[in-house]
């Protein structure tokens, strides 16, 4: 029997002032469902792809809300442009490794045509999303073994797995051979629903951790870089040089532009964790809204939609629900890790929560 990785909770802490959602998860959103594909071969294989599905029907037909941010931009994000351009997005997106995107997006793009046989030929092409961080010191980058298979089993299981179904976080999928802070870095996932005064939305957030130096971490509020290192470091930290993808969701009727104030305020919730943004990092911010659908072939020129009446009010409880989101999201994947053993015999440990608890008392 599979034992659930440990999050921060289990450990009794509860960071922030607003609650989570059932799943503490970007999952508490109806609709968005996660799958991975989870690589681990011989000695130096160690990664995978993460897929987040705004909705289960289809994207192409049925586009969503959506902005970019970046916060960082050394990385391989894309298509991000068009989302900039005409603030919507048409596909699942998809995280993998750095030099896994192109073959991330292909599989996607040969997804997308699968499905919508019309798209290049009675209407226009997609534009499929992919984010990535780089997974080399625990990977073989250069073998690219993510393809159309891999990519088809993480969308298939993001479908069979349902509405509000937990996310398996930790070294899986596109974080198996992620690292931040200098110990296993992976998958983390976080949500918060927001007071009733400002609407009661819940805003989710899943991350892709991959950054940050150990003398850096704050965990919970515990500045524990300070005196915590990983197992044989010696020496401070090289020079940053990590990335993190951070997907947010809600439910909230935003359109893209108020989408793209929430994508700014995910860089709170990392510099809560210790980040400082480093110049060799590559930090990108996808958001979406599922409230709305944008229909590709529209009955009318015109259609009615909810908007915030006040906008305000409504933020002064999204904002701090990203930030506490996005913190415990990088702080989950943190936790739910487990030391892993990489190409050419290289180390990231597990972090020992444990031992940061002891510290306090």
């Known amino acids: 029997m599979t034992t659930q990785p440990k999050r921060l909770r289990d450990y009794g802490i509860h960071p922030g002032n607003l609650p989570p959602g059932a799943n503490n998860a970007i999952t508490d959103i109806a609709g968005i469902r996660v799958g991975h594909t989870t690589l681990w ?14 909705h289960p029907g ?12 970046t916060i960082n931009g050394f990385g391989k994000a894309c298509g991000f442009e068009e989302i900039r351009e005409l603030g919507q997005i048409e596909s699942p997106i998809g995280l993998t490794a750095t030099l896994n995107v192109w073959r991330v997006a292909d599989a996607l793009a040969t997804d997308a045509i699968r499905h919508n ?5 009675r209407t226009g092409t997609v534009n499929v999303v992919v984010g990535e961080t780089n997974d080399g010191y625990l990977n073989d980058l250069q073998g690219r073994p993510v393809g159309q298979a891999e990519v088809d089993a993480a ?9 509000f179904a937990p996310v398996i976080e930790g070294c899986v ?23 009733a005064d400002t609407g009661g939305w819940t805003v989710g957030a899943l991350v892709q951790t991959n950054f940050g130096r150990a003398e850096e971490l704050i965990f919970a509020g515990n500045a524990a870089g300070r005196w915590l290192r990983p197992p044989r470091q010696e020496q401070p930290s090289p020079p940053e040089r990590g990335s993190v993808m951070v997907v947010l969701a809600t439910d909230a009727p935003l359109e893209s532009r108020q989408l793209h104030r929430l994508c700014v305020r995910a860089g709170a919730g990392l510099a809560r964790t210790g980040s400082h943004i480093g110049h060799g990092s590559g930090d990108f911010v ?34 701090p629900g990203v ?17 892993t ?9 597990g972090l020992p929560v444990t031992d940061i608890l002891q510290k306090e008392r």
Request: charged share 20%.
């Open 41 to 54: 071969r011989g000695d130096a294989v160690r990664t995978g792809v993460t897929v987040v599905l705004p």
């Open 58 to 69: 289809k994207l192409f037909r049925e586009k969503l809300p959506a902005s970019v941010h």
């Open 117 to 121: 046989p019309e798209i290049a030929r």
């Open 155 to 163: 969308l298939a299981a993001a479908q069979a797995s349902g509405d």
């Open 173 to 195: 999928g596109a974080g198996t051979g992620t690292s931040c802070y200098g110990w296993k870095g992976g998958i983390g996932t976080a949500s918060r629903v927001t007071p």
């Open 286 to 319: 996808i958001a979406f809204s599922t409230a709305r659908r944008i229909h590709h072939w529209p009955e009318s020129l015109t259609a009615n939609a909810t908007l915030l009446a006040d906008e305000g009010r409504v933020m002064s409880g999204l904002f």
């Open 323 to 339: 930030v506490e989101a996005v913190e415990e999201a990088v702080l989950n994947s943190l936790c739910a890790a487990t030391t």
């Open 341 to 349: 053993v990489g190409r050419d015999g290289h180390i990231r440990y």
